[in-house]
């Protein structure tokens, strides 16, 4: 594990002029519900101020199975790289371990990765991040229940294992499920103010873990247990 590195920079504002952010949550089968759903229900509230348009994007128009039997209907394909997201985000699921082995998904990712002014990922979603080559020598977290996949696709990028998200740059790498509830909220905040993301967690009746590297859940696994 190398040293902390230093940070890139704060997270991009709104680029002047930009109306309607456009969100692009890529899915797959096998992809974890509450990855996906949790920061989408942060981003679609309407007390959040914003105008966000979600557009889940898949390898084709079939919906995906998630882990928990539920089904998504993406209707923008990873192939459509004309297709340009404001906000590219990327969940964890065990659909990560195969997508990672393809590389003209992978490249696909990577331009929308490229053309993006945020990432966000959660759970081994940074794996999937980390494989692009594009965050090497950046701070990154992932779940810590399943460190050591996202590790190794990516042994350049400064893995940190005490943390609830990590902002590094354009990059929020969240932990495990319900810690991309807190990223969301956290880049809700850079993206209007600490109270409109306060009303965004009240109104969902949820108790919003604002500290970054406050994570408890460290402590659940024995590879993170040490810091």
């Known amino acids: 594990m190398s040293p902390t590195a230093a940070p890139h920079g704060p997270l991009p504002k709104i680029p002047k002029g930009l109306k309607k952010i456009k969100l692009g949550a890529l899915v797959f089968d096998e992809v974890d519900l509450l990855d996906v759903m949790g920061p989408m229900r942060i981003f679609g509230e309407e007390s959040n101020t914003l105008d966000i348009e979600i557009c889940f994007v898949s390898t084709t128009f079939e919906p995906v199975r998630t882990s928990q039997q539920v089904t998504i209907t993406p209707k923008y394909l990873v192939s459509d790289t004309a297709q340009k997201y404001d906000l590219f985000f990327i969940p964890g699921g065990l659909g990560n371990l195969d997508y990672v082995k393809q590389d003209d998904l992978m490249a696909y990712v990577k331009t929308h990765i490229e053309q993006s002014t945020w990432t966000m990922t959660v759970c081994t979603g940074a794996g999937l991040l980390a494989k692009t080559g594009l965050i090497d020598g950046y701070n990154v977290t992932t779940n810590k229940q399943l460190f050591e996949w996202p590790m190794s696709q990516g042994p350049k990028v400064n893995w940190i294992k005490r943390a609830r998200w990590v902002q590094d740059g354009k990059y929020v790498t969240a932990s495990g499920v319900s810690a991309g509830i807190d990223a969301a909220l956290f880049i809700i905040s850079e993206f209007?103010?600490?109270?409109?993301?306060?009303?965004?967690?009240?109104?969902?009746?949820?108790?919003w873990h604002r500290v970054a590297n406050e994570d408890p859940f460290a402590d659940t696994h024995p590879f993170t247990r040490s810091g």
């Not at 409109?196 to 949820?206: P, R």
């Open 192 to 207: 209007t103010s600490v109270e409109v993301a306060d009303a965004v967690a009240t109104h969902i009746e949820y108790t």
